[in-house]
T-cell receptor, first 116, second 114 residues
Framework: DSGVTQTPKHLITATGQRVTLRCSPR?????VYWYQQSLDQGLQFLIQ???????AKGNILERFSAQQFPDLHSELNLSSLELGDSALYFC???????????????FGEGSWLTVV | DQQVKQNSPSLSVQEGRISILNCDYT??????FLWYKKYPAEGPTFLIS?????DKNEDGRFTVFLNKSAKHLSLHIVPSQPGDSAVYFC?????????????FGTGTRLQVTL
């Protein structure tokens, strides 16, 4: 158990719909990361938040948005869903204090999204 | 046991030249390899990744090469810019769907000089 909790674990929805994926980081972790793993593109970094603020943005579509709340949990919102959005969405968190060596980021179990 | 190793703690490169950062790993089960960049007092930010089934991935000035037989990967930055000066971490992940963990190397400090 990594300590990172993601809900829901599985979700099936129709094209054009909107879903929200939720992530609770490990206790004390301020950084939250979202990744998308699809069959054709592999692991893609989407976005990172640190203590409520967006810190880095990757290949995140405009139809997608995320936020980190004061209690440090994060939500990834996916709207106007398309078939190609079907993927496994990972959340990860990292320790509060970053050392210059030997960091570890812990991943949740992922949320399987199927768009039909 | 350090599964991901960066044997060079520091590297100095002149602006405009190529920067090559190296990383070795021991676990042949890794699914993905990632490079992160870190500025002082900030968390690591993602740069580029490569699947274990590929040998090269390119994104702008950054290219990652993977040599699975040698269990070695490298990050090339061309051309190097002063803003690239930071600590670079190599990382690897086994994606099992349950409690996957991203493991970092110890980092290489890159200094790009004018």
């Amino acid at each position: 158990d990594s300590g990172v909790t993601q809900t829901p674990k599985h979700l099936i929805t129709a094209t054009g719909q909107r879903v929200t994926l939720r992530c609770s980081p490990r206790s004390g972790d301020l950084s939250v990361y979202w990744y998308q793993q699809s069959l054709d593109q592999g692991l893609q970094f989407l976005i990172q938040y640190y203590n409520g603020e967006e810190r880095a943005k990757g290949n995140i579509l405009e139809r997608f948005s995320a936020q980190q709340f004061p209690d440090l949990h994060s939500e990834l919102n996916l709207s106007s869903l398309e078939l190609g959005d079907s993927a496994l969405y990972f959340c990860a968190s990292s320790p509060r204090f970053q050392a210059d060596s030997g960091n570890t980021i812990y991943f949740g179990e992922g949320s399987w999204l199927t768009v039909v | 046991d350090q599964q991901v190793k960066q044997n060079s703690p520091s590297l100095s490169v002149q602006e405009g030249r190529i920067s090559i950062l190296n990383c070795d790993y021991t676990n042949s089960m890794f699914d993905y390899f990632l490079w992160y960049k870190k500025y002082p007092a900030e968390g690591p930010t993602f740069l580029i990744s490569i699947s274990s089934i590929k040998d090269k991935n390119e994104d702008g000035r950054f290219t990652v090469f993977l040599n699975k037989s040698a269990k070695h990967l490298s990050l090339h930055i061309v051309p190097s810019q002063p803003g690239d000066s930071a600590v670079y971490f190599c990382a690897a992940i086994v994606i099992t769907g349950t409690a996957s963990k991203l493991t970092f190397g110890t980092g290489t400090r890159l200094q790009v000089t004018l």
